[in-house]
Nanobody
Framework: QVQLVEAGGGLGQAGGSPRLSCAAS????????MGWFRQAPGKERTTVAA????????YYAASVKGRFTISRDNAKNTVYLQMNSLKPEDTAVYYC???????????????WGQGTQVTVSS
């Protein structure tokens, strides 16, 4: 059973730089793709960033590119999301997820964390 535990959310001000972390209980962490998603109230869950734990290749949504950085520590089975220059529109519940697929569809993200709230005040 794969478990993902997020941490690092909270209330912050615009321009802040919090870091989210997601610890995964996966035996072969380095072979998986890890992703961060977010869901704002009344909106669909969308992809924020993803990283191939084996190759290090990354993907970013246009809305966060240049402000957020996804990284992973394979020794700690942990993926991070460094969030810089936060904006009020970044307010959402942030989820991490994992998939063994290199180019996953949404349905192929098989395991999800419980989510962590990030609230940005102006």
């Amino acid at each position: 059973q794969v478990q993902l535990v997020e941490a690092g959310g909270g209330l912050g001000q615009a321009g802040g730089s919090p870091r989210l972390s997601c610890a995964a209980s996966i035996r072969t962490f380095s072979t998986y793709v890890m992703g961060w998603f977010r869901q704002a109230p009344g909106k669909e869950r969308t992809t924020v960033a993803a990283i191939n734990s084996s190759t290090g290749n990354t993907y970013y949504a246009a809305s966060v590119k240049g402000r957020f950085t996804i990284s992973r520590d394979n020794a700690k089975n942990t993926v991070y999301l460094q969030m810089n220059s936060l904006k009020p529109e970044d307010t959402a519940v942030y989820y991490c997820a994992v998939t063994p697929h290199t180019r996953p569809t949404y349905e192929e993200w098989g395991y999800w964390g419980q989510g962590t709230q990030v609230t940005v005040s102006s």
